[in-house]
């Protein structure tokens, strides 16, 4: 899915949830939001966390952000990546924890990586997702993305899948 970065869009989150920077010490944390998200991760530990995101050259810590929820839990995580040119951020590893799935936050995260892009000057805001990721897809177009069809198989999976959200 493909977004242009011409215009910053609102972001609001429910009344008591912030967004934050990672920092050292939020591994586990972070893993607890992207567990049972079928994101790769499989186990709440910094060697988890590591493996999957200190390892990967295109993603700087500085671009993992956390949303917190007003108990101070760690309800969301979502990072932006380098993209293929200078001019692309990727959007990567969205998750929320189990317990605040449903409470409509997926949108205003996914605003906040958008902004955060383009602070960083991109032009172009990429991402990738699988099929059946319904709910994210859906926060996905309503924060201004679009399918990229590149084919007439393409073309079929995306028909099938807006049909599925009634679209």
Same mark, same amino acid.
């Given at each position: ?6 215009? *910053? $869009? ?7 949830? !912030? ?6 010490? @939020? &591994? ?40 917190? *929820? $007003? ?7 979502? !990072? ?6 200078? @001019? &692309? ?79």
């Amino acid at each position: 899915m493909e977004r242009n970065a011409n215009q *910053a $869009p609102a972001v609001i989150f429910p009344d008591g949830y !912030t967004m934050r920077d990672f920092k050292p010490g @939020d &591994e586990e944390a972070w893993c607890a939001c992207c567990i049972d998200g079928q994101l790769g991760v499989t186990e709440q530990t910094k060697t988890q966390f590591d493996k999957i995101m200190t390892t990967d050259p295109r993603v700087k810590t500085e671009n993992i952000f956390l949303l917190i *929820a $007003p108990n101070g839990d760690a309800a969301g995580t979502i !990072t932006y990546q380098s993209g293929n040119t200078d @001019d &692309e951020g990727y959007i990567h590893m969205v998750g929320l924890d189990k317990k605040y799935r449903g409470k409509r936050l997926s949108l205003p995260l996914v605003n906040f990586a958008v902004n955060k892009i383009i602070e960083d000057s991109k032009k172009r805001i990429l991402l990738t997702t699988d099929d059946w990721r319904l709910s994210g897809i859906k926060a996905y177009l309503n924060a201004g993305f679009s399918p990229m069809i590149e084919c007439e198989e393409t073309a079929e999976r995306w028909s099938k899948v807006l049909e599925k959200l009634s679209l």
